[in-house]
């Protein structure tokens, strides 16, 4: 997994926030409910009736509500018969009368709680009913009411990487519980990369002898270059994921099972170095992103190795798709390679993208005669799509739609906002990876593009998010990350459209919280960080505005020169130094953790501020102003909401004084990363004007200081009002780096004119 920019963030720590139980707050929202008067009152005398058909619904019911809510319900099994059904009370009537898939209708009254549908949809009523339980559990009073209820999405996922890192089955199945709480219906098992393979195959013992374990993994963001010197594995047996697999049907979710290939095979090829293009060695990677080496698609042995792996995968999971990996596959070895460049000449192939088509539609046909289709991401494009292909698209969605438009099936996770291994606070507390992707990202996202035409859409089965888990090494990180953007994906992905509304999202959220916290579930409270932004205005000025959406407390601010006090709204930056903020309630406990932002004032900060071309899209900070914020990134400390990214451009940068000013120097903040594709500047050069048409170019060229943090500067004794710096990119990123022959990025941070 290629991420442009790492993210190291700030401390924060819990709060309490003190919210109890309001209304009914069903997640996801149901397409219909009407409440009444009243509250049917559940006790230790309350018997589940259960058919044949909802033995998983009560079995699920049961030992949950006695974990959480401590109470103890017997159950009955009954027949269905109406008589006996109308006049029993104190009862919970679990019915499956309808084969209207994963539907369910639910009603409340005096005597008993209606479960009917499906038998998933009996299923996702019985979740609707936990989610109507009371917080506190002084009494399980549930108002009467009615819903029913579908979803919109037949296919509703989640993913987990457990290559990167490993988690055992007890932490599977309670994984798949999360699904389960959140009417989600696919289990996305991403089970091999290069880091470690993880099931039991056995026609070939080594994938995990040798492949399930590393000798040592990265500490640290990706290119830190520091290791723990700890050997690190673990694999499922056959067995335990038959365990897992029956498990997951049970709660009526679906597993797919991911086998990589070609590329993210390097477990593979360490176990098995017949499988490469080159003699290796190779081992089991201890460090992240995209390896050079990859399966060699020009040997027949490698496909009957992988139709051998494939054949005990179909033969265990019961799954209509099998996922065949088929991205971010490095070219560089099959370049080289007698047999693969052989493999493309009969083949009448004219490049290795059509080599890399020609692996995926090889594997398709042994998968399609086996009676199963297969998913990709969507390199699986390349070279021409597999005639029966499903794409999962994470490169943004254009690959999702063209498949759409191809007629081929199309699971839609683009990374923003569907990859929850990014992070949901600009205050985050941990190194993640990839950017932002708030709850209201999630929320928001809907997997229906709108350049799709009407009768395309169908082709959109649901969408997915995906947890890749470089930066999450425990069972803890995995829930942080997961909550609650689970809730916001689940109704992204059940909900229609109609009834999605943010604002009743957010309403909900306390009690969301409060139910996790009864469910002893690590989340994040994000949602009520101290956010802070710097804005300028046109006369020069900055201003830091600090928020919160937790409305119980007041903001209080300290400024280099003041002691702290309450604030509203946006304290002005005179001079500077480091601002402090922090939420507090009435009694003055803290309800987030302090917030600090150091500012750096100079004669720039603040003022007009042209670019000649826009930042990436991706890395835009909050625009031109961002590098006149007096806001400089700290040593090992870069946040990408602060560079503004430029991928292969170059750029002009004018900075209007206002006024004629005497300039003693100017500097230019930026950044290197080449493990990122960011690159220094091939050239930067400072120019001065008084009228802003007519420019002089400084002759010395700037000197160049730090490692990754670099600074351009230039000495100076001069007069002017505009100042124009030019950055020249160095192109395509030289061979033998990561990402060589793509654009390289520029990071450009704060410009200081003193
Ligand atoms: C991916 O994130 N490389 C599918
Ligand atoms: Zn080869």
Redesign the pocket.
Known sequence: ??RFFILMLLCISAFTNGFSQSKPAIIPTPISITQKDGNFIMNNETVVYYDSASINTKNFLVPFLQQHYKIKLKSKWHNGNPTQLNTISNAIILDQNSSLKETYFFNVDKNKITIEGSEAGVFYGMQTLIQLLPTNLSALKIPYLTIFDAPRFGYRGLHLDVARHFFPVSFIKKYIDFLALHKLNTFHWHLTDDQGWRIEIKKYPLLTKIGSSRNQTLIGPYGSNKYDGKKYGGFYTQAEIKEVIQYAADRYINIIPEIEMPG?SQAALASYPFLGCTKGPYKVLETWGVAEDALCAGKDSTYQFYENVLDEIIDIFPSKFIHIGG??CAKTRWKECKDCQNKMKANNLKDEHELQGYFIKRIEKFINQKGKKIIG?DEIMEGGLAPNAAVMC?RGEEGGIAAAKQQHEVVMTP?KPM?FDHTQSINEDSVTQGGLNTLKDVYNYNPIPESLMLHETPYILGAQA?M?TEYMDNEKKVEYMLFPRIAALSEALWTKLDNKNYTKFEAKIPTIFARYDLWKINYSRAYFDVESQVMNNDSGKIFWNVMSKNKLGKIYCSTPNQNEKQINGAVAIAQSGTYKAILKDEKNNPLSSEISQTFFINKATGKPINLSVPPNKSYAGNGAQSLVDGVQNKMGMPKSAQFLGFWGDDVDIIIDLQEQKTLDSILLHSFEQKASWIYRPKEVTFSLSNDGINYTKIAEKPQISGISNLIYSQKLSSKARFIKISIKNIGLIPENNPGAGNNAWIFLDEIEVK
Do not use: A, L, R, S
Request: proline letters at 0%; charged letters at 20%; zero cysteines.
């Open positions: 997994m290629h993210h991205d971010e991401w994470w990374g990859y995906n890749w």
